[in-house]
Structure formats: C-alpha cells, structure tokens
C-alpha cells in the first residue's frame, strides 16, 4: 500500500467524469488499498478515486460505525424527500467549507473490489459523504453546490458568534 496524492480544486481531472470499473484485478485492489491508506492519512470521511487523479468510478465512505465501506461503480438508487443541511468540507478543496443541502437518507447499489453487487442504506452522515463522493466521479464537487464558502476560520468565528448570541438571550430570558 502507499499514500496517493490528493489532487486540489482546480486540476482538471476533479471536472471529468470517471469511467466505469471492467476489471477486477489486483490493480483495483492496490488502487482501493491506497485510497484507504490515504483517506486514513488525511483523516477524511470519504474519498474518491479522481481525487488521487484515476478516472475510475470507486469510492471510500466512512460509514456511521467509523467502518470503511469499498464502493466500485456506485449508484445512488433511491433518496429520501428528507433533506438536511450541513457545513461540507473536501480533501480536494483544503480550509473551505460550504453549507450543502442532502437527502438524510440513501440507497447505493455498488460492487465490491470482487465485482460482486450489494446495495446498502446508508443515513446521515455516511449518507452525506456517498452523496458527496459519487458527485466526485460526475466531475461534481461540492462547492458548486453551497450558496457559499469559508475558511475554517470564518466558520469558527462564525458559529462562536451564534452561539455568544444563543447563550445572551438565554441569560436574559431567565
């Protein structure tokens, strides 16, 4: 296994779509070991193959149990009406993050590093990160889905300044 290089915003390769995985070889399997090495290094939640710059569709996805979920050719079959919101982050786009709306629950039909098919239900924020994921293999990131972006900072200070403000009214209400 080694470490692959996370391509960022404004690579090409992040704008083209992946093409579908044919071969299940020991390729993959080193591609699919790699990206989880990788993912762990960056401590992220998902990862996609175009963002180690292979224009295969396969993913990683941290499920809810912090489990690492193997997702070649993913397709989200079904979504939930449900929609949340959340501050959205990405290896490829480092110290930004942008409020993205997502359906809170989902179905992926993928195949295994095998090529075996299996389909899973997946919530919240392993819901999110699939999502978030297979937009990557569409040429998709998440920024060109958030009304707008910050720096870490920003959000800190931000959410810090709600939560000053939060805390005044509940003082004064009592």
């Known amino acids: 296994m080694a470490l692959r290089n996370i391509i960022t915003l404004g690579d090409k390769t992040l704008r083209k779509t992946s093409r579908p995985v044919t071969e299940f070889n020991d390729r993959l ?20 193959a175009p963002q ?13 149990d912090g489990e ?6 993913p397709v989200i079959t079904a979504q939930s ?24 629950k989902v179905v992926v039909t993928a195949q295994d590093r095998f090529g075996e098919k299996f389909s899973l239900n997946l ?11 297979v937009d990557h293999l569409n040429g ?22 709600t939560e000053e403000d939060e805390s005044a009214v509940n003082t004064e209400g009592k």
């Open 123 to 133: 919530e919240d924020m392993a819901a999110r990160a699939a999502c978030h994921e």
């Open 52 to 64: 180690v710059g292979v224009l295969r569709r396969v993913v990683i996805v941290v499920n809810n």
């Open 29 to 48: 399997h080193t591609l699919i070991d790699d990206m989880k090495e990788t993912l762990v290094d960056a401590n992220g939640l998902g990862l996609a």
């Open 81 to 104: 009406q449900e929609k949340v919101g959340a501050y959205e982050g990405c290896l490829s786009v480092p110290d930004k993050r942008g409020w993205v709306e997502r359906s809170r």
């Open 140 to 161: 998709t990131i998440f920024v060109d889905l958030a009304d707008q972006l910050f720096t870490e900072e920003e959000l800190d200070e931000m959410l810090s300044s």
């Open 68 to 73: 690492m979920l193997e997702l070649v050719n």
